[in-house]
């Protein structure tokens, strides 16, 4: 009996997933590759020879230094394992990290039951629609009230 109502559930009349046909799974194989390029940028560039090829736009126009400031720098000290430098670099930097981070595995593990369970998809996108954006908020909170705030301030 055990063996039937497996085959009987594994049985799906939904046809087998193409990769390169899949929207979603593009669109999380490109934001893997993006979160991908952020930590090898992080690990290449050093933070001891500040060597970082984008430099802040903002302070050099204006000479202050803005809320992403450092953001990198502190990337590459998470990346080292140097947490509270980080910390002295950007505040944020480590919700960001952690938020690319938990993005990286989100979209392995979604890509993964995306494949597998054909009959959940639309809930599945939904679930990691809606739990990434909240994810989102909750990383750039301070990110979008500073920007905000400074829509704010100029009308």
Not at 67 to 83: A, E, K, M, N, T
Not at 125 to 130: A, P
Not at 140 to 147: E, G, H, R, T
């Amino acid at each position: 009996m055990t063996a039937f109502l497996r085959k009987n559930n594994s049985t799906d009349n939904t046809p087998k997933v193409s990769p390169g046909k899949e929207p979603y799974l593009i669109i999380n194989i490109f934001f893997a590759g993006v979160i991908l390029l952020i930590i090898a940028y992080s690990g290449i560039f050093s933070p001891v020879k500040d060597n970082y090829p984008v430099a802040c736009l903002h302070e050099k126009l204006t000479g202050e230094p803005c809320i992403s400031c450092g953001l990198s720098h502190s990337f590459s000290l998470i990346v080292r394992g140097r947490i509270n430098e980080a910390y002295q670099w950007n505040i944020y930097g480590m919700r960001v990290f952690l938020f690319f981070v938990s993005q990286l595995i989100l979209r392995v593990v979604f890509s993964i039951f995306y494949i597998r369970y054909q009959s959940t998809r639309k809930q599945l996108i939904i679930i990691d629609s809606v739990g990434s954006a909240v994810l989102f908020l909750i990383a750039f909170w301070p990110y979008i009230l500073n920007i905000v705030s400074g829509a704010v301030l100029r009308v």
